[in-house]
């Protein structure tokens, strides 16, 4: 009789580490959708910042800009984020990393980057 109860009460050692981790991306990502005003991280970088290549490049191609033209992208990665940011985050791939992001264009900043992560889960 103990023997069967204590079998109920040991969990997988897998199965809750899955699910810690799903429980963690969850808060993450409902943080990242209502709890943050800005594009900026802590430290000032910019949410994604390797994302931020790739969904400007695509919505480049779909507001019929240059791709590859650094300052163009520049200008355009500030518009997206509505402010000014440092650095360079150039789109130096092959075209066809554009036509992947293409359809996440349509969504805000935000909203592709949550959805791009959740993607990749």
Not at 47 to 61: E, N, P, R, T, V
Not at 65 to 93: C, M, V, W
């Amino acid at each position: 009789m103990i023997d069967q109860v204590s079998d109920r009460t040991n969990f997988d050692p897998w199965i809750t580490s899955f699910l810690t981790i799903i429980l963690l991306y969850g808060f993450w990502l409902f943080s990242l959708l209502f709890g943050i005003e800005s594009s900026f991280d802590s430290v000032g970088e910019v949410f994604g910042a390797d994302f931020i290549q790739f969904y400007s490049a695509a919505f480049g191609l779909r507001e019929d800009l240059p791709i590859y033209d650094r300052f163009a992208q520049h200008l355009l990665q500030e518009k997206i984020i509505g402010t000014s940011i440092q650095g360079s985050f150039n789109f130096n791939n092959p075209p066809l990393f554009v036509l992947i992001f293409y359809p996440l264009t349509f969504l805000s900043y935000k909203a592709a980057f949550v959805s791009w992560i959740v993607i990749q889960l």
